[in-house]
């Protein structure tokens, strides 16, 4: 049976990096007759408050070697955390070494990461990689039963409520902080691992490690039975993960999926730019000289699907764009920043969920994606690929105009963002149909065509808005079928990656409705 008695803090060991509430903790616990042990910076902080403290030296008996590398792997330190106080050997043996019992540890970590992330050199990222800390929490975790375990500053105010409230810690919040002790050793063990992997060049180390911090619980997954939590990985990527969430609601877990899905895109352009997605899906992409033209042309390629959706911009929202963003049902607006009237005009949307991240991803950085499958997980790079006028090959009689090359590149970048089989329309810079997530590609054509249709109707403009338009596949046209229906659109010219045993059919048919076509050897599945 779990002992219900509190247990009272006789000896405290405190040695922290980041040194926050540390001070007036040592003085509640020396002031209700506790023993403060301590080290280097912790022991300077605490004395100078004027609060008794022994360094763990004088309490071992044994100096600190090695540059300060060896202090607490000493036996009277891990004797007196590790030692059971219900084992009569184990009292008898620690009182034979003169091994005082240690009732509460509280240790945070060499900063590595943010050593790391600070782009130091190599030698100052090992010098940051803690040995005696990792050690002191691992065993106080594991003899939770007899001692307290500190691993962050926010755990400090419930150990002193709890002490205030009974003179000692319960055994619940021990356990609690054991086990968050060791998913703290463990995060900072896959830290270290995943620097290493990355020094040697190891893109798929034998063991990958990582992991995250959670940032909130949500309300539930994708559906309302299924449980859901959005975890932090400790990258400074911008994002859904740095973003302020100004106004609204609580996010969703398909809230976050589509504004990231949102965001992601906005930022593969460099003029202003408006990403309107449903479902992860864009529904509406273009750029122009300010966000609210951006808007009124992303938005006319499928107002149906844009109405409750998820709004990401590459600039500061102003007003004109915040006028046009509300003027319709919107869930979520992301963008790096936005003004203060921009920002007093989505507070009349008490709903709608307003996003600032300080900044745009870089399209073009490394990193890793990770898709979870039965018994294991696949991981591939970020798909940071993107072409260029140069890496085009032109494979037709006629060579696309420098209006309709402009139109190909910006198709192609909307294309890595749409779900396969993906087909874009484009005309001016900004989508006008968008087929999506087919089984094939000819029905994905047909889809796209059919929605500029549908857009230009709604509208009330006179013929579809793929009328004069490029096309851009995210994969080769393995048949010329839907090139074909591109073409039946009103399409001028294709942007495709080429490699297909039927290019020369496709090329010919291309060459037969008089369309210019450029191949890229590049494809952009996304599953």
Request: glycine share 8%.
């Amino acid at each position: 049976m779990t002992d219900t008695t509190p247990l009272a803090i006789r000896r405290a060991l405190l040695s922290v990096s980041d040194k926050t509430g540390i001070v007036e903790f040592a003085r509640f616990l020396a002031d209700r007759g506790a023993e403060i042990l301590s080290t280097g910076g912790t022991a300077q902080a605490i004395r100078a408050a004027g609060i008794p403290v022994k360094d763990v030296s004088e309490h071992t008996g044994f100096p600190e070697i090695l540059d300060g590398r060896v202090k607490t792997l000493v036996p009277q330190v891990h004797g007196g955390i590790l030692g059971r106080r219900d084992e009569a050997a184990h009292v008898a043996q620690m009182e034979e070494h003169s091994i005082a019992p240690i009732d509460l540890v509280a240790v945070n970590l060499y900063p590595f990461e943010a050593t790391v992330a600070k782009g130091a050199a190599f030698e100052d990222c090992i010098e940051n990689i803690d040995i005696g800390g990792p050690a002191m929490i691992r065993s106080a975790a594991k003899n939770h039963a007899h001692v307290v375990v500190v691993t962050e500053p926010a755990h400090l105010a419930r150990i002193t409520a709890e002490i205030e409230a009974t003179g000692g810690t319960s055994a619940e919040l021990r356990r609690e902080l054991a086990a968050a002790a060791y998913a703290r050793t463990a995060a900072y063990d896959a830290a270290i691992s995943s620097w290493f992997a990355g020094q040697l060049g190891q893109e798929f180390p034998p063991r990958l490690a990582f992991a995250g911090t959670l940032a909130q619980t949500l309300r539930y997954g994708e559906n309302p039975h299924q449980k859901a939590g959005f975890y932090l990985d400790g990258s400074a990527r911008p994002g859904i993960a740095t973003a302020k969430q100004i106004q609204g609601k609580e996010l969703s877990y398909n809230n976050l999926n589509d504004t990231d899905a949102a965001y992601e895109a906005c930022a593969e352009f460099e003029p202003p730019a408006i990403v309107i997605v449903k479902h992860a899906n864009p529904c509406g992409i273009a750029i122009a000289d300010d966000l609210a033209t951006a808007w009124d042309r992303a938005l006319l390629c499928d107002p149906v699907s844009a109405f409750g959706g998820i709004v990401a911009a590459n600039r500061t929202l102003d007003a004109a764009a915040a006028e046009k963003i509300t003027a319709i049902f919107t869930e979520v607006v992301i963008a790096p920043d936005a003004d203060e009237a921009a920002r007093a005009i989505f507070a009349r949307k008490k709903n709608l969920r307003l996003l600032l991240t300080g900044g745009m991803p870089d399209p073009v950085a490394p990193g890793m994606v990770f898709r979870s499958v039965a018994g294991g997980f696949l991981a591939q790079s970020r798909d940071a690929g993107r072409v260029t006028e140069a890496d085009l090959r032109v494979v037709t009689k006629r060579a696309p105009s420098a209006a309709e090359m402009a139109d190909l590149l910006f198709a192609f970048r909307v294309c890595k963002h749409v779900k396969s089989n993906a087909i874009i329309y484009a005309k001016n810079l900004a989508t006008v149909g968008i087929g999506a997530g087919q089984m094939n590609r000819v029905e994905s054509s047909r889809i796209a065509a059919w929605k500029s249709e549908a857009a230009a109707k709604a509208a009330g403009l006179p013929e579809p808005l793929a009328k004069g338009s490029v096309v851009a596949s995210d994969a080769f046209f393995p048949f010329a079928d839907g090139l074909e229906t591109a073409a039946a659109a009103g399409v001028t010219a294709v942007i495709q990656p080429g490699g297909s045993m039927r290019d020369a059919e496709v090329i010919a048919a291309a060459d037969a409705a008089g369309l210019a076509m450029v191949f890229t050897g590049m494809r952009h599945f996304r599953h």
